[in-house]
């Protein structure tokens, strides 16, 4: 007889971690499988950890995880060929323990996470892929690895296998992802001396600097870059729609090097060594292309259920948020001697409508579509706002009216009167 | 600008233990590419350049430095032509960061 357990959890990422660590300091009997070498070892964010998701979980989490800067200042940059408008927000109330969020690196971090987890009561295994789902009829009840003999079996399988969800989309739970439903993002760590990190972003004692950057160096793609502070590394990346992607038919490692090329980016990199490349898919088609998010014996969290919030730049904060909802559902059920029947998990749902996860997702779920069909806001205008910019700026003996003049000129040349109005109407109605 | 790159450049900085002989990506079927796909999008997309186009029109997959994205399974969105699960535990990207 196979060994049973109380829940399963597939994968060791946020999501999973804060699942596997909620059920099994409750006391049930937890197994994780991880198919990496140890946690983090396959998994990859830009990385920002908001500090509250996990403090609802470890509250003193920050007495030895390993942090890398708290976030004092947020740059946000709008870029055209050679230059940026921008704008910093920096403050001290941000340099005040305890911090609100931390640049961190996720392989390091998940493994600290995993320890957390273990020392709850969880048992993991690592280096074993999940290959399928055990079914009885309609009900998940078990899982099967890659390992010999590997058929295991649980009241309850708790997929956080990451965005791609191999089984959420064998098991018809799913389909296929869209390519208009997710970003790809590449991304290099570049490591120099801490003093160095420190003096260039005007920081000192821990504290960092993230900035978020949009125009011309997604190439008219949708899609955003990045550059953030680690403690003696610094990571830049750049991520866009996959179907984007694939209509420009763009290289995506190319388009990291332009940008790091870009004239206000390329002295931020300055005499640092690169030691890693990577990429990932990010789920980003918000609340319209969620799943189903549990059945008959199963639910899915974090990645594989499409939690992220693109506008906020918030995924591992919904990733660890869904997977305790989902572990604290599944105590419920325990406790009240039922099985885990989707009517039973059904809470799960209605707990995370009741939670900033949904309620976020739901506020802006017009925005991925409207950004799709309306790609100026990439394109026409980073560029008009830096040459409003720059004719503002130049002092070249025309009088201060007649600029006005010519950069409202260039305004109504690129998008008319009309399409001026429609688009803030537009964005209105996306933030709204 | 000159930013030309070779791929593996970058890939030379990743750790990865390879499952000789196992490759966790497979083309269902070859001809489909070389004839059937016109855009061969996975050669362009495909963030490690695991995907060459030979001078036939046929497409070639080396497996050995791919990053585990997805991408060009979810791209193939005319054919389907990609077979594509996770490695064997243990096996493929060793991320040391992240």
Redesign the interface.
């Known amino acids: 007889m196979a060994e049973k357990f109380d829940a399963i959890v597939v994968g060791a990422g946020p999501s999973g971690n804060a699942a596997a660590y909620t059920l099994a300091k409750s006391g049930l009997k937890v197994l994780q499988i991880e198919?990496?070498?140890y946690p983090?070892?396959?998994?990859?964010?830009g990385?920002i950890l908001y500090a509250d998701a996990l403090e609802r979980i470890i509250p003193d989490f920050r007495d030895d995880a390993p942090l890398e800067r708290h976030i004092i200042e947020q740059r946000m940059w709008v870029l055209d060929d050679d230059s940026f408008v921008g704008t910093h927000y920096r403050s001290d109330g941000f340099n005040k323990p305890p911090y609100n969020r931390y640049t961190i690196?996720?392989?390091?971090f998940?493994k600290w996470f995993s320890g957390k987890v273990q020392q709850a009561g969880a048992l993991l295994i690592?280096?074993?892929?999940v290959?399928d789902l055990l079914m009885d009829g309609p009900r998940v009840v078990g899982v099967r690895?890659?390992?010999e003999g590997g058929s295991i079996y649980a009241d309850v399988v708790i997929l956080a296998d990451g965005?791609?969800s191999?089984l959420a989309r064998k098991a018809g739970f799913r389909p296929?992802?869209?390519?208009g439903d997710?970003a790809?993002a590449?991304k290099?760590?570049h490591f120099m001396p801490e003093e160095v990190v420190e003096s260039r972003f005007n920081v000192a004692d821990g504290a960092g600097v993230v900035i978020e950057m949009f125009g011309k160096i997604t190439q008219g793609m949708m899609g955003t870059g990045f550059l953030y502070t680690n403690k003696d590394?610094i990571t830049v990346g750049v991520g866009c729609m996959?179907s984007d992607?694939?209509a420009q038919?763009?290289?995506?490692?190319?388009l990291l090097?332009?940008m790091k090329?870009h004239p206000s980016i390329r002295p931020l990199l300055e005499g640092g060594e690169?030691?890693?490349?990577?990429?990932?898919?990010i789920p980003e088609g918000g609340y319209k292309a969620m799943p189903q998010l549990y059945g008959e014996g199963w639910m899915i969290v974090g990645d594989s259920g499409m939690f992220v919030n693109a506008v906020h730049r918030e995924g591992s904060n919904l990733a660890m948020t869904t997977g305790r909802i989902a572990a604290e559902t599944v105590i419920e059920v325990l406790a009240a001697g039922k099985a885990c029947t989707a009517g039973n998990l059904s809470r799960y749902r209605a707990k995370l409508d009741d939670s900033f996860v949904m309620k976020d997702l739901k506020k802006y779920r017009e925005l991925p579509g409207i950004f799709h069909r309306n790609p100026q806001f990439f394109t026409d205008y980073p560029e008009l706002l830096n040459r409003a910019a720059h004719t503002m700026l130049k002092v070249d003996g025309i009088d201060k009216k007649t600029k006005e003049r010519e950069i409202r000129r260039t305004f109504t040349r690129k998008r008319s009167l009309f399409g001026l109005m429609g688009d803030a109407f537009k964005l209105w109605r996306a933030f709204e | 600008?000159s930013?030309a790159?070779k791929?593996e450049e970058?890939?030379f900085?990743?750790r990865y233990?390879v499952d000789a002989g196992r490759p966790h990506i497979a083309i269902k079927d070859p001809d489909v590419c070389a004839h059937q796909c016109k855009?061969q999008?996975c050669t362009?997309?495909c963030?490690?350049?695991c995907y060459t186009a030979e001078g036939n029109g046929a497409i070639a997959l080396i497996t050995d430095g791919c990053?585990?994205?997805?991408?060009c399974?979810?791209?193939c969105?005319e054919h389907?032509n990609v077979a594509?699960?996770?490695?064997?535990?243990?096996y493929?990207?060793?991320?040391?960061?992240?």
Request: overall charge positive; proline content about 4%.
């Open positions: 198919r990496g070498e983090g070892s396959k998994n990859v964010q990385a690196i996720r392989a390091q998940d690592c280096e074993t892929t290959t690895t890659d390992r965005v791609n191999v296929e992802l869209d390519p997710v790809l590449v290099e760590i590394s996959l992607f694939k038919q763009c290289s995506p490692y190319k090097e332009e090329a690169m030691k890693e490349y990577c990429a990932h898919l | 600008m930013t790159i791929i970058k890939l900085q990743n233990r855009s999008q362009v997309c963030p490690a350049g990053l585990e994205c997805g991408t399974r979810v791209i969105t389907r594509w699960e996770y490695p064997r535990g243990g493929g990207i060793l991320f040391k960061f992240g």
